[in-house]
């Protein structure tokens, strides 16, 4: 039978506040165990938790940013469980009332097209430590660093029919969060990390399956073989007349699978209730409004402007803003080279291609906005053919000075001395009598197409350096004498 | 040493002969020492003694004292309730649990009084976790009380209550969920006070029940309970349910007359559940304040029985979560030898909690969680609000309301063990007050057999100056607050 599957996320963001969320540790990635972790966050009796207003300034950006309803009043809650990560045996969190209500976000496809996916909510809560299960024989080590991080569990309705859609959200949400400047949206580093709900359905109907939720996939790769082969399984069991069981999966990556996580580990009753050390959080329409003001223009709404403004294609637009830093590098090099199709193309090809290769950021590249500008510059003067720019490029990612720099020192100017010019045409013309006899036979618009030619023949001579304009000018020239 | 008795003084009297160069702070801490190493063995009411830390800060205090750079409470010795943390110093909560927890950081409020220059002589027993309104629960045995060693002071800060009351120091700190200080102070006859839920911050006290606990003074003068509130009352950042308010001086406010106070007597304080003897009591404690110009308003708070209920649900579901902390991994007791994870927390919790610990958590546990919820804990929310109308209804008409403590004077040890819904009607007038976070004050009101009488005085949010002042004015024209038990004869 052909199933169709159904699919919501879980994401779980860590924002990016300088301190924890109840407590004044700090939470960088990285440190050696228990060394930001304070009284608060060890759970030490009498302590108490202080709300992060930076985090709920984050996690209210997040809700502007996808249009959705901002809870004028929202409250925390204790989540119950005993882990020994967890170390006052209750997470805090947003159950009831969260911060965030529901959004909308629109996905850029990777064919340029948007896909709408509605956000249900999106709720602050702490982060658990680290269960260390290598660092000591036959015990287990407990690293608090983590515990109390600030997160955003963002969870959106089962809008996702295909891992593409998956993959494009979260690369979307990234997008997103890293203009909104609230996370580093690093999935290696678990700053991003994602749980799939997925059921399967007979196609054409209406009513969910039964689902199960695999948690903690933590690569783009990673979510797209999980859906796969999650959507394999369930599809043979349906197929074989047997039943999804709704329960948590495990993907495992080593084997390509996921395997149910044991019962115990997740058959909790959370026992949810209003966190009374804590008071609700209230926010006024001026609050709101101030923090919406101090947005910046965000992926989408400068999307739509590239493609407006610079007459970019949609899909070039789509890949220029999907980072803030390439959207503002591509800004840059064209206030400087007023040449936008040129500098997107630049970008998205060569650039992007060098980044690749050498696994950097668009931050980190050795060619400057400004460097890049000059090297277009020269092409659009017709100083540089494409295939000479392709060179100064190489020149450029070296550190070999600015465009005009690299130009001059390795000789690779177009050449316009006229002389010079004029004994290689007189060269060509002369080996090939049959296609001028053919050109001087022929009409002015037939002419023009067979001119190509000879301009072709001598850049082949010139090695490429003969400045074409010049050429076909004298060619013309010679070609009427 | 001075002309006054330190043993019977109260704070204010020992800070004037402290000003007065009569006795120093050192010798009021030898003599306090001295006395809680000699009858603490009867009375049970101290866990821990700092004798070398009090020593050194009632020199410290001298020496401020000396430089005429001194407040109120510098050199005043006190005790503190093991329910506040305290650095570097054994704090228990009275349970095996934390027999050997030593926190690195102080309680605001221990703090707050040290910065007063107060000597902290020790930590007093309690209940454990506070959960008790007998003292019987500690892990550390019963205090019992000082006016009659066979039965109990009251709980759960029954240490603290019959510290004062046994002279070992003039002041102690309680905290009240339920009733925990004034119920404990009303049967040793000392004056106890919670203030307002908010009033004073909670950081550093061992939670029991969140929404409900608040820390008070326990002494035996209003005049010192105001003095203690004024130090350690107000806005604290580190608790964010700590109120943004000013604080009055509370000792300034006590001056002036009660003409015209409105007290309300609810009639269902006054009912089947209370002592015909104390009734009586409590009633010529009203009249005294009648005769001050106080006038007297019969009023209802008609779901006052229904406290019993509502907070039996609310103060279990927040301690069972409160206590989920406790399970060997970081710190306190942990059991030898687990086998894995949940050996771990299952001998740990069963061997570090005691039985009414074990109730309370089974309790709370049972009514939050899923297909209960609604029933008892969203519920019991609904009821609290009620209650808490009762009361804003009831201040429309009156400045205060008037009441006993207690339904009965102190009960024998052991008597109510076994009878947990008995031993929690104890609290049936006090509850209340905190399921609606008001201030309520606990002051001597007479004796019924030898064994004191308490009368409470509840009042509006924030507005402890009114119950102070009310209870000073009954203290200027009673002595009820003077007498002490004889503890060397009862021994």
């Known amino acids: 039978m052909p199933w169709e599957t159904v699919m919501g996320l879980e994401v779980h963001l860590q924002l990016a506040t300088d301190s924890k969320i109840f407590s004044g540790s700090p939470s960088r990635f990285g440190a050696e165990p228990n060394v930001q972790a304070d009284a608060v966050d060890l759970g030490m009796p009498g302590m108490l938790p202080v709300l992060n207003t930076r985090a709920v300034e984050f996690a209210v950006r997040f809700g502007l940013g996808v249009g959705a309803k901002i809870g004028r009043r929202s409250v925390f809650d204790r989540k119950n469980y005993f882990y020994p990560d967890l170390p006052k045996g209750y997470q805090i969190s947003q159950f009831f009332e969260p911060i965030v209500g529901e959004g909308l976000f629109e996905v850029p496809m990777p064919d340029g097209s948007l896909f709408p996916i509605r956000i249900l909510r999106a709720h602050l809560e702490e982060d658990a430590g680290k269960s260390v299960h290598d660092a000591f024989p036959d015990q287990t080590g407990i690293d608090l660093n983590r515990a109390g991080t600030p997160l955003l569990e963002i969870v959106t309705e089962p809008d996702f029919r295909t891992a593409e859609q998956a993959v494009a959200y979260l690369k979307a949400l990234h997008s997103l969060v890293t203009y909104l400047g609230i996370s580093d949206g690093n999935m290696s580093e678990g700053s991003m990390r994602c749980d799939v709900n997925i059921s399967l359905r007979p196609v054409g109907s209406d009513t969910l399956g039964t689902r199960t939720e695999i948690k903690n996939v933590n690569s783009f790769r990673f979510v797209e073989k999980a859906i796969e082969v999650e959507t394999e399984r369930q599809a043979d069991l349906l197929d074989n007349g047997e039943t999804v069981t709704q329960e948590t999966r495990l993907y495992d990556a080593d084997r390509n699978e996921t395997r149910s996580m044991r019962s115990k580990e997740v058959a909790n009753d959370y026992r949810y209730f209003p966190e009374p050390d804590l008071l609700p959080v209230v926010l006024d329409e001026a609050t709101i409004e101030s923090i919406a003001q101090s947005l910046p223009e965000l992926p989408g709404p400068k999307r739509a402007r590239f493609i407006e403004q610079y007459t970019l294609s949609d899909y070039d637009a789509a890949l220029l803003v999907s980072s803030r830093a390439m959207a503002d590098y591509f800004e840059s090099a064209v206030a400087d080279c007023d040449e936008p199709k040129l500098v997107a193309n630049w970008i998205l090809g060569d650039l992007s291609a060098a980044m690749n290769r050498e696994d950097l950021d668009i931050d980190q590249t050795p060619v400057s906005a400004s460097a890049l500008a000059g090297l277009i510059t020269r092409i659009a003067d017709n100083t540089l053919s494409s295939k000479l720019a392709k060179q100064v490029f190489e020149g450029l990612w070296l550190g070999e000075g600015s465009a005009d720099d690299i130009i001059e020192a390795r000789g690779l100017k177009q050449v316009s001395d006229t002389g010079e010019l004029e004994a290689m045409i007189d060269d060509v013309i002369t080996n090939n009598p049959d296609q001028v006899a053919q050109y001087q036979a022929a009409d002015e618009a037939k002419q023009k197409k067979l001119s190509g030619f000879f301009v072709g023949q001598i850049m082949k001579a010139s090695k490429g350096q003969a400045n074409p304009q010049l050429v076909s000018q004298l060619l013309m020239k010679k070609l009427s004498d | ?491």
């Open chain 2, 1 to 491: 040493m001075s002309p006054t008795d330190p043993t019977k003084a109260s704070a204010t009297e020992l800070s004037t002969a402290l000003a007065n160069g009569d006795v120093s702070s050192l010798e009021l801490t030898e003599h306090f020492l001295e006395r809680i190493k000699r009858l603490n063995p009867t009375i049970n009411a101290v866990i821990t003694v700092t004798e070398d830390a009090a020593r050194q800060d009632a020199i410290e205090a001298d020496q401020r004292i000396a430089a005429g750079d001194q407040g109120p409470l510098t050199g005043i010795p006190l005790l503190h309730k093991d329910i506040f943390c305290t650095n570097g110093v054994l704090t228990t909560c009275a349970s095996r649990m934390l027999d050997n927890f030593v926190p690195p950081y102080d309680a605001t409020v221990v703090a707050r009084l040290r910065d007063a220059g107060t000597v902290m002589l020790g930590k007093t027993n309690m209940d454990e976790f506070a959960m008790g309104s007998s003292n019987e629960t500690s892990f550390y045995g019963p205090t019992v009380n000082p006016w009659d060693v066979s039965r109990v002071p009251g709980g759960s800060s029954g240490g603290s209550a019959a510290a004062v009351a046994a002279g070992f120091a003039p002041l102690s700190t309680g905290t009240d969920t339920g009733g925990s200080i004034r119920q404990p102070a009303a049967l040793c006859g000392i004056t106890g006070l919670k203030p307002t839920y908010g009033r004073v911050s909670r950081l550093g006290i061992i939670a029991f029940a969140s929404s409900l606990d608040q820390a008070g003074p326990m002494t035996r003068t209003v005049e010192d309970a105001a003095l203690m509130l004024s130090a350690i009352a107000g806005m604290d950042s580190g608790d964010s349910t700590s109120a943004d308010r000013p604080v009055p001086d509370f000792r300034a406010d006590l001056g002036g007359n009660i003409e015209g106070l409105r007290i309300g007597i609810p009639r269902e304080y006054f009912s089947d559940d209370l002592d015909t003897a104390i009734a009586a009591q409590v009633k010529t404690a009203l009249s005294e304040l009648e005769s001050e110009g106080a006038k007297l308003i019969d009023i209802d708070l008609p779901h006052t029985r229904d406290a019993i209920a509502t907070y039996y649900v609310i103060a279990p579901a927040e301690a069972s979560t409160n206590l989920s902390r406790y399970d060997g991994v970081r710190f306190g007791h942990r059991c030898a030898q687990p086998k894995d994870l949940e050996d771990l927390y299952f001998r740990s919790r069963t061997e570090g909690f005691g039985d009414e610990v074990k109730r309370r958590i089974l309790v709370g546990t049972y009514v939050l969680s899923s297909g209960f919820y609604d029933a008892y804990f969203k519920r019991a929310q609904q009821v609290r609000r009620i209650i808490s109308e009762d009361f804003s209804r009831a201040f429309e008409q009156v400045d205060v309301i008037a009441g006993p403590a207690t339904p009965g004077t102190a009960f024998p040890l052991g008597s109510k063990n076994n009878d947990p819904v008995s031993m929690y009607m104890e609290d049936i007038y006090t509850l209340a007050v905190n399921l609606a976070g008001l201030p309520g004050l606990s002051l001597p009101a007479g004796a019924v057999n030898g064994l004191p009488v308490g009368l409470q005085l509840i009042g509006r949010a924030f507005d402890e100056s009114t119950l102070l002042k009310a209870g000073h004015r009954l203290q200027q024209r009673t002595d009820w607050h003077r007498r002490a038990p004889d503890v060397e004869v009862s021994r």
